[in-house]
């Protein structure tokens, strides 16, 4: 459950495991409050952070998804306040992508779902 995933997620060096597991976090910590926090405790939103800073496309995505989900936690928010250097980074690499998109003139679901990332980790920062 949470316990390994969340391991596999910190200890992860493939990417593709990093996006699997962070795919499955998302769904298992989405309406859990006690996984979100188990996973909190096991450093996953550290390591979210930081692999949002080193990877591109779906799994850039996945990860935006789960530290989304996690945000709502009260620790999460702590942590990503403290890693707010980071995570403007993140914020900047995400709306990139939402740029780079909307000149495609494709709105998507997805395009959605990374613009509410953005607005949600402004308000989370912005919450000291």
């Given at each position: 459950g949470v316990?390994?995933?969340s391991i596999l997620l910190c200890e992860a060096?493939?990417?593709d495991v990093v996006e699997k597991a962070a795919g499955a976090l998302m769904m298992l910590c989405a309406s859990n409050d006690r996984n979100k926090r188990e996973a909190v405790e096991l450093g996953v939103v550290e390591s979210c952070i930081s692999w949002l800073l080193e990877t591109d496309g779906i799994v850039f995505r996945n990860l935006c998804g789960l530290l989304s989900?996690?945000?709502y936690e009260s620790t999460a928010k702590t942590i990503i306040s403290a890693n707010s250097e980071?995570?403007?980074k993140v914020?900047?690499?995400a709306q990139m992508i939402v740029s780079q998109e909307q000149l495609k003139g494709q709105p998507n679901q997805r395009l959605s779902n990374?613009?509410?990332f953005v607005l949600l980790l402004r308000q989370n920062i912005a919450v000291e």
């Amino acid at each position: 459950g949470v316990n390994c995933l969340s391991i596999l997620l910190c200890e992860a060096t493939n990417i593709d495991v990093v996006e699997k597991a962070a795919g499955a976090l998302m769904m298992l910590c989405a309406s859990n409050d006690r996984n979100k926090r188990e996973a909190v405790e096991l450093g996953v939103v550290e390591s979210c952070i930081s692999w949002l800073l080193e990877t591109d496309g779906i799994v850039f995505r996945n990860l935006c998804g789960l530290l989304s989900v996690m945000s709502y936690e009260s620790t999460a928010k702590t942590i990503i306040s403290a890693n707010s250097e980071g995570v403007a980074k993140v914020i900047e690499k995400a709306q990139m992508i939402v740029s780079q998109e909307q000149l495609k003139g494709q709105p998507n679901q997805r395009l959605s779902n990374l613009s509410d990332f953005v607005l949600l980790l402004r308000q989370n920062i912005a919450v000291e």
